[in-house]
């Protein structure tokens, strides 16, 4: 089974709106951290938002905030007022067990968001 | 879907030693691959880029004679690093895809590397 799926291959918005991209996982360990990534075409991946398992409320970090549904085992990127730079491939990713164990890194298979003007 | 594996997935060795980390496709074949290290903050910086049978090509700033790496067939990678110390400690990501083309493959990423020079 997948532990990372993301539903979305490519998806459409216009700029100044705002994003959904999904992501749910699958994972039996209680601790875990769920991550997401940008890949613009350089191939460079950029760290945007972390979720720990045990956190109580939703990341946020500027323009990105993470809808963290544990018991639905999901965890959603929302971006905010998209830019024409948001263009990229995005990342889902799971790191199962605990943040200095750093084992079990699984990325999911990407969503390719394209920013239209 | 497809699988990456890398081997080993923990590494500790001493300072000045050399090692090796294998990144291989179970069922596919790679024609391209990469190499990322990740650091603190969570950022995975790309480290290089490497086509099958031929030289990769390494990211500004990344040293080459450094970080060997060897794509000798469709399957395997690897990525040496040579002369180990404590500052190369680190958690190596590889990810591997069927074609050069970005724009229509999925990269697929193995489940890491961490690698620990006492």
């Known amino acids: 089974a997948q532990k990372i799926t993301q539903t979305q291959p490519g998806m459409f918005v216009q700029e100044k709106e705002a994003v959904t991209l999904d992501c749910t996982y699958d994972t039996s360990d209680p601790s875990y951290g769920l991550f997401w990534y940008k890949q613009p075409s350089s191939g460079e991946m950029i760290f945007l938002i972390y979720q720990g398992s045990y956190d109580q409320q939703n990341a946020t970090e500027g323009r990105y905030s993470l809808n963290f549904q544990k018991a639905r085992k999901s965890a959603n990127l929302v971006i905010s007022a998209s830019q024409l730079g948001d263009s990229a491939m995005y990342f889902c990713?799971?790191?199962?067990?605990?943040?200095?164990?750093?084992?079990?890194?699984?990325f999911g298979p990407g969503t390719r968001l394209s920013v239209l003007p | 879907g497809a699988v990456v594996s890398q081997h080993p997935s923990r590494v500790i060795c001493k300072s000045g030693t050399s090692v090796k980390i294998e990144c291989r496709s179970l069922d596919f074949q790679a024609t391209t691959m990469f190499w990322y290290r990740q650091f603190p903050k969570k950022s995975l910086m790309l480290m290089a880029t490497s086509n099958e049978g031929s030289k990769a090509t390494y990211e500004q700033g990344v040293e080459k004679d450094k970080f060997l790496i060897n794509h000798a067939s469709l399957t395997l990678s690897t990525l040496t690093v040579t002369s180990a110390h404590p500052e190369d400690s680190s958690f190596y990501i590889c990810?591997?895809?069927?074609?050069?083309?970005?724009?229509?493959?999925?990269?697929?990423f193995g489940p890491g590397t961490r690698l620990l020079v006492l």
């Open positions: 990713a799971m790191r199962e067990g605990p943040d200095n164990y750093g084992q079990n890194f699984v």
């Open positions: 990810s591997a895809r069927a074609t050069s083309d970005s724009f229509s493959e999925t990269q697929y």
